[in-house]
């Protein structure tokens, strides 16, 4: 397949992540245009998946009184942010359960990925098994709605090998609505995000302003052209077009809103889907992330290794296996635990390495990381038996002290995870009392908060 | 054991047996293969294509859309494009099922900048006119405009592009206007999206061009095309055949024959594998790549792209890299073009047993799944509220064993009956598609495995007696046939396309499995310029 190649001379290659330097990512401060659009240092959210469940005698840490005294094989890159994370235990994704569906035989993975962050069920649909979308908006897209209009951009879906399954699949592509039945589905192509974020950002005052002005006009043109091509359309073609409608309104208001100033960051660039480049691809794609969000240009993100059941196999981590297959073998191979292990702690690694990255960012009296709150989650609990109880959790940052102290390693009984998305949304203000499915819904997790 | 496995198929949702499906009636094989749902009946089908209902409106691939830009501008030496939101219909890539998103759209517009930018630099090679001639340049925007919107631009789009244009010049002169100009056509839903008119029953002119061109080319109208059917010539059997040869004839064709088959069983997958950091496996996957393209380019012409000969071919076409990757001596072979023999290769028959295969397609489940989806066009269910921790597997333990315990198992064998058999001849290859006779583990490997469909059981030994078996399979025949009207009408099989597939399915037959010949029948089909109406068991229309 022919490869994209496009100006991208304000870039350089680079097949390593040494040469991203934690220098570079000394940002200006932006206390201005933070200032002119609200008081008080932005909260964010950040939420990184990944799949296929871990295993959970090499995942639990060590920990005295709810206190973190040591980490786990898998979680070993995360020591020097003990301080800052909170492990959780005990969370179940009650509703992807079969009895929550709307229809039966619906795949354990789908139900797990459409639930994680919506606490909602499949609909049926036209997909696997009759399975459809998920039914109701995810909690990282309510949040970044409460926040609408703050920033350049609504929110980022960044993917690590997201490519689509095919057709049939789509539900096992993202986490991510905008609302029931409306996927939003991650980018894993870093130019196209940084085009997208950074793109408006970069360049001299008058290139700049000279290049909106042509969009401006080519958009007048468009404005009119859309509604002389639906007449056409089937109905359901319509409902699709209709979408059209939507997206193109996006432009058009990205296109109104004022531009920050930015530093945009080099990186790495060429094959987005080189699983052996991984570190490198995920180093530029976290770098990405934490700019943007650093200099507000959203303040919720999210970051997908992978899918559903995961395209990813074990090549990150110089091995060739396939991720998927791997987690089906029985507890009894010892091969394929340590193997999983392995590629567990590499993720682990990954998010290590966000945090990182997020610490580096001063902000105030403390750091980024201090006013976000980063939820790492799974749409499994365990690998080989599909289930959806007991699923891997870490939460890392207080979001400016709304979360209580990290070093904490929580357990909980069986509790809903509808319960930690109605806690995230309370924690950005929006009190409500249900989220998702309203029957597994009991009330924020106070234990979270401080 | 394997009676009693049989047995257990009903357990395993989406059943895909042929006589399961129909509830063992003959003579439904065509449509009910994998088609969920109730399936149609061919009962009334008189044989011919009847008009087919709700062909989508789609978005143009990666591939149109490159094939489109050389159409539009044919001065330029423009870049090869990639949207990243190519999606499948099936096993092909066809973008009519997702809504737009705000990052389509995204993506549209970083390629019409980018490809404007080209045309303001190179405006004396695209559009030569003078600043201020502006008959020259509405001359311009009326080629442009109808190239890219495969018809002649309407009076509102003439309009809207000239005040467009005028705008560009003020700011720029006449190569600024072309920029603008270029940049509003590329992002425009005439030049992104493939639309038929619904109101009308018969396609215009110029939609059987982009039906024909889809279907043939995977691309858009030429000029030859475009004036056919500027000439009405498109609405006549013979005009259709006439231009459907010549454009079969077309090295474009040749494209398309590519994308049919390596869709068709993954292998445009084969560039995502990213093979392991080794350096000795550098380039390894582009040599994969390239034998299995030469493959295909050559049952295209020899054969007319027949699909059973791409099954059960007993040639290849190697470079010196896959001969050594194969194991075998070019030194007698025929050198068909330089650096390019073609040889038999031991143990090895037709595209499934080539390296690209075998390293998309890795593990006797995965390789039996693709084979149970994509040759007969069944669906299998992944596993749902089952205990896979249930089987016991251990280290060192052969997939043939693990393959065996699953089959075995009450709960896990009628689902893997119609997987793990159709895969475990090929565990004879390993994930880089090397022949072995043992595995990492030191266990002796075998060929053995069946394929089960209906009430039988066909035993084979080795990967080439299970190609062998699945080309001269009715089961088979008839999913390609479903696989055709897929590439033709783009959208899924519904069950009211019963006679639809089954015309499909005649013509492949009476041209012996040649796929290029039967696409040309198609068109040839009074029918294929008609749309039929809305289907009333579709419900929802306003």
């Known amino acids: 397949m022919k490869v994209i190649n496009r100006k991208i001379d304000r870039r350089r290659f680079l097949r390593g992540a040494g040469a991203l330097g934690a220098a570079s990512l000394a940002l200006p401060m932006l206390p201005s245009l933070l200032g002119a659009q609200e008081s008080g240092t932005p909260k964010r959210l950040v939420v990184f998946f990944s799949g296929n469940g871990t295993i959970a005698p090499n995942w639990v840490p060590e920990s005295s009184n709810g206190r973190l005294t040591g980490m786990s094989t898998i979680l070993e890159p995360l020591t020097p942010h003990m301080d800052d994370i909170t492990v959780v235990e005990g969370i179940d994704i009650k509703v992807a359960r079969g009895e929550w569906q709307a229809g039966s035989g619906f795949h354990a993975h789908e139900r797990g990925l459409g639930g994680i962050l919506t606490g909602q069920n499949l609909n049926t649909g036209d997909m696997e098994a009759g399975s459809g979308y998920a039914n109701g908006i995810s909690v990282d897209q309510f949040i970044a709605n409460s926040m609408e209009g703050q920033t350049n951009l609504h929110s980022m879906q960044v993917g690590l090998i997201t490519n689509r399954h095919g057709a049939g699949w789509y539900n096992r592509d993202t986490m991510t609505y905008a609302g029931a039945n409306q996927p939003l589905f991650a980018e894993s192509d870093g130019t196209k995000i940084f085009d997208r974020v950074f793109g408006e950002t970069t360049g001299t005052a008058t290139t700049v302003r000279r290049a909106r002005d042509r969009r401006a006009s080519v958009l007048d043109f468009l404005r009119e052209d859309m509604s002389r091509v639906e007449k056409k359309l089937s109905s359901e073609d319509r409902q699709r077009f209709a979408e059209h409608h939507t997206a193109f309104r996006e432009l058009e208001e990205q296109l109104s809103r004022p531009l920050p100033t930015c530093e945009a960051p080099e990186g790495a660039l060429g094959n987005w889907s080189d699983q052996s480049n991984m570190t490198a691809i995920s180093d530029f794609q976290i770098e990405q992330t934490v700019r943007a969000l650093a200099c507000d240009l959203t303040r919720v993100a999210t970051i997908q290794y992978g899918k559903g059941l995961g395209a990813l196999s074990l090549r990150p981590i110089g091995m060739s296996d396939s991720w998927h297959s791997l987690s089906h073998e029985g507890d009894g191979n010892a091969d394929a635990q340590q193997k999983l292990t392995e590629l567990n702690r590499y993720i682990a690694g990954r998010f290590a390495k966000l945090l990182t990255e997020m610490k580096s960012v001063p902000e105030g009296d403390g750091t980024l990381l201090d006013n976000s709150i980063v939820l790492w989650v799974n749409e499994l609990g365990k690998g080989n038996n599909h289930d959806h109880d007991d699923v891997p959790i870490i939460m890392a940052g207080g979001l400016g002290g709304v979360f209580g102290p990290g070093g904490r390693h929580l357990q909980f009984g069986e509790r809903p995870h509808n319960d930690l998305l109605i806690t995230l949304c309370h924690a950005f203000g929006q009190e409500v009392q249900t989220f998702g499915r309203p029957e597994l819904c009991s009330g924020p997790i106070s234990e979270l908060l401080a | ?542």
């Open chain 2, 1 to 542: 054991m394997l009676a009693a496995a049989v047995g257990m198929l009903a357990a395993c949702e989406g059943n895909l047996l042929v006589d399961r499906a129909t509830g063992g009636q003959h003579g439904d094989e065509h449509v009910s293969v994998g088609v969920p749902g109730t399936p149609g009946s061919t009962a009334e089908c008189t044989g011919e294509l009847p008009p087919v209902a709700d062909v989508p409106a789609r978005l143009l691939t990666s591939q149109e859309v490159n094939h489109a830009l050389d159409v539009v501008f044919p001065e330029l030496d423009l870049p090869a494009y990639s949207m990243a939101y190519d999606s499948r219909v099936g096993t092909f890539l066809i973008n009519s099922r997702e809504n737009v998103s705000a990052a389509h759209l995204r993506d549209f517009r970083s390629l019409a900048e980018d490809v404007a930018a080209t045309v303001a630099n190179q405006v004396s090679e695209v559009a030569p006119c003078d600043d201020g001639d502006t008959a020259c340049a509405n001359a311009a925007i009326d080629t442009i405009g109808h190239r890219a919107f495969r018809r002649p631009l309407n009076t509102a789009e003439r309009d809207g592009l000239q005040a467009l244009y005028a705008a560009g010049a003020a700011d720029g002169g006449h190569a600024a206007g072309m920029r603008y100009v270029a940049e509003a056509i590329l992002q425009s839903p005439g030049f992104i999206y493939v639309v038929e008119d619904v109101a009308q029953p018969q396609l215009s002119d110029h939609a059987v061009a982009q039906r024909m061109a889809g279907l043939l080319w995977r691309g858009v109208p030429d000029e030859a095309l475009l004036n056919a059917a500027a000439n009405g010539e498109l609405t006549t059997v013979e005009g259709r055949r006439a231009q459907a040869e010549r454009m079969l004839a077309h090295p474009r064709s040749e494209t398309m024959i590519r994308s049919l088959f390596m869709q068709w069983l993954g292998l445009d997958r084969l560039p995502e594998q990213g093979f392991a950091q080794a350096p000795e496996l550098d380039g390894l996957a582009d040599a994969m790549g390239d034998e299995t393209a030469r493959f295909i380019d050559h049952v295209a012409t020899s054969t007319d792209a027949n699909w059973r000969e791409l099954l059960t071919a007993r040639y290849t076409f190697v470079d010196p890299r896959m001969a050594d990757h194969y194991g075998i001596d070019t030194a007698d072979a025929e050198e068909v073009s330089e650096g390019v023999w073609r040889v038999e290769v031991p143990g090895r028959a037709g595209i499934m047993t080539q390296a690209g295969f075998l390293a998309v397609h890795h593990g006797p489940v995965h390789r039996g799944l693709t084979l149970r989806k994509a040759v007969l066009c069944g669906s299998v269910a992944s596993p749902t509220g089952i205990d896979l921790n249930s089987i016991e597997t251990f280290e060192g333990e052969s997939e043939r064993s693990k393959s065996e315990k699953r089959l075995e198992h009450s709960t896990c064998g009628g689902c893997h009956l119609q997987m793990d058999p159709l895969g475990l001849p090929f565990e004879t290859f390993d994930a880089l598609g090397e022949a072995r006779t043992e595995d990492e583990h030191g266990n002796m490997l075998s060929g053995d495995g069946f394929i089960v469909g209906g009430q039988e059981i066909v035993d084979v030994t080795n990967a080439v007696e299970l190609a062998d078996q699945l080309a001269e399979s009715e089961a088979a025949e008839a999913c390609v046939a479903k696989h055709l009207f897929v590439w033709t009408y783009t959208r899924d099989v519904r069950p009211a396309d019963a006679c639809a597939v089954d015309s499909i399915g005649r013509h492949l037959k009476a041209n012996d499995g040649n796929i290029k010949s039967t696409l040309l029948d198609i068109i040839a089909e009074p029918a294929f310029i008609e749309r039929a109406q809305i289907q009333p068991t579709q419900g929802g229309t306003p």
